[in-house]
């Protein structure tokens, strides 16, 4: 058994040596000694620690933050993450291999984890690129389709389910492992350097709905009708960075919905400490229900130009509106991917529908829901007279235009 290494002079001096482990993209872990006082320390101080002991180069300074994460409400854990703030473009100029390959690993497990919604193709192309970091240059007698098929889990991203009995049915089969083969045979040969490798892996991800977003859980209403006629609430994750707000369905794994700060107003609603908010909606009041994200914007119904209001439900709602205004107050200038993965479809969003008249705000088919949210009078969310019927706490006029 090694002795333990003795504590630096000056932290033998101040007192004992708090231990801290920092967890890595990768699952490793570093182990960091911090002198006392603990409780002064700022996150900025622990990650020029981290760098110092885990030897990487002042690049990921910018490009890396930490994270608090707790699974169910346990005891949390401190992760490097991609930074929130970090743009896209400045990613790419990037030329510390190490902090290249943090991010690789953090995109390689929100890949293998669905996180992100892209079509097969993209998928397979993504795929190749990992067969090449991780296997070296394609060489056509040693890499074949079998030899790739006991991976395919490892490189591709799991199959969403199926719109109908999604829950019922098999998912459909993945791409074949030929079609991942073909890939990995068209990616750069072993004249290309390992940074500009990593480099062309991010540019690939960067396409996709959600990178570089914090991620929420929450549920928005679900339109009723259909085979079923069922309402109730649908799963979903709020991805919210630099380039704006995107509601994915987080069983079917599809873009529901994307907004630029320019096209989009919200309003918080039902969060602690809020004066005269209360957590009600579209089926009335219920104190049981968490904070609720209302976000408007701009659609059309039959023709006519609309404006729309989706409710946003989740015990995160404060902390989305939160990183909103931090975003915009950064810029919110990040270009949204293009060309887009997949549209996004607004008549499986179960809005409320309204149009300016006048003085007036007139609803456009309303919900079979007999609670009224926007029974008020006034101009786009400038008036607190309220109408009968209508709901207190409804959104203010919050644009995520800069200013």
């Not at 603990?38 to 110092?52: F, K, M, P, S």
């Not at 209360?278 to 659609?299: K, S, V």
């Not at 119904?301 to 409710?311: F, I, K, P, S």
Request: aromatic share 6%; proline share 12%.
């Amino acid at each position: 058994m090694e002795p333990e290494p003795e504590p630096e002079p000056e932290a033998a001096a101040s007192g004992a040596v708090a231990a801290v482990r920092v967890f890595l993209p990768d699952g490793s872990a570093v182990p960091l000694a911090l002198p006392p006082p603990v409780l002064g320390l700022t996150a900025a101080v622990l990650l020029r620690c981290l760098w110092d002991t885990a030897g990487l180069g002042p690049e990921g300074c910018a490009a890396m933050a930490l994270w608090l994460v707790s699974g169910l409400l346990d005891e949390p854990c401190l992760h490097l993450r991609r930074n929130v703030f970090f743009p896209k473009h400045k990613e790419l100029e990037l030329q510390d291999e190490a902090v290249l390959r943090l991010l690789v690993a953090e995109a390689r497990g929100h890949l293998r984890g669905g996180r992100w919604p892209l079509p097969p193709q993209e998928a397979v192309e993504l795929g190749g690129l990992q067969c090449r970091l991780h296997l070296g240059p394609f060489q056509p007698g040693q890499h074949s389709a079998e030899s790739l098929r006991p991976a395919l889990e490892e490189l591709l991203p799991p199959t969403p389910r199926g719109r109908f009995w999604g829950s019922l049915r098999r998912r459909p089969p993945g791409p074949p492992p030929e079609e991942l083969l073909n890939a990995f045979s068209r990616t750069p040969g072993p004249e290309t350097p390992p940074a500009e490798l990593l480099r062309s892996f991010l540019q690939g991800c960067h396409r996709l709905h959600g990178y570089g977003c914090a991620f929420f859980p929450g549920a928005i209403d679900r339109p009723p009708g259909g085979l079923l006629g069922r309402g109730g609430l649908r799963p979903v994750n709020v991805a919210v960075g630099l380039e704006g707000v995107t509601i994915i369905d987080a069983r079917e794994k599809h873009v529901l919905l994307t907004l630029s700060y320019p096209e989009l107003s919200w309003e918080l609603v039902g969060a602690v400490g809020q004066d005269g908010d209360a957590a009600e909606g579209l089926g009335g009041a219920d104190a049981a229900e968490p904070p609720q994200l209302w976000l408007e914007f701009d659609g059309e119904q039959e023709g006519a130009r609309v404006n729309r209001l989706l409710r946003v439900l989740s015990p995160q709602a404060e902390l989305m509106s939160a990183l909103i205004e931090c975003c915009i107050a950064l810029g919110g200038t990040e270009p949204p991917p293009s060309p887009p993965q997949r549209r996004p479809r607004p008549q499986r969003l179960a809005t409320i529908d309204y149009v300016e008249d006048g003085a007036e705000l007139r609803r456009v088919k309303p919900p079979r829901r007999s609670a009224s949210f926007f029974g008020r009078m006034g101009v786009r969310g400038g008036s607190e007279d309220e109408a009968a019927g209508g709901a207190p706490g409804a959104p203010q006029d919050r644009t995520g235009e800069p200013h």
